[in-house]
């Protein structure tokens, strides 16, 4: 059981080896993930600040700046 006492746990992405995406080498992370309910495979949904910031890397955009508004006509 989780001594883990906050309303609001973030939600972690599993790859597809079902390892969490944010530390794919830790077995023990992904299990507690899914036993814990903080598991989802819908990218959208994920909340992890350290898988957020990896991808926005992979985009291109440091961690800090924030995502350019677009204009409608």
């Known amino acids: 059981m989780s001594r883990d006492k906050r ?10 080896d079902g390892m ?14 899914e036993m814990e309910g903080i598991a989802t495979a819908d990218v959208a949904a994920v909340t992890c600040r350290k ?11 440091p961690p800090s700046e924030p995502r350019p508004e677009t204009k409608s006509p």
């Open 7 to 16: 309303e609001q746990r973030d939600l972690h992405f599993l790859d597809q």
């Open 51 to 61: 898988y957020l910031a990896a991808t926005r890397r992979q985009r291109g955009r």
């Open 20 to 33: 969490v995406a944010c530390n794919p080498r830790d077995r023990e992370a992904a299990h507690r993930a």
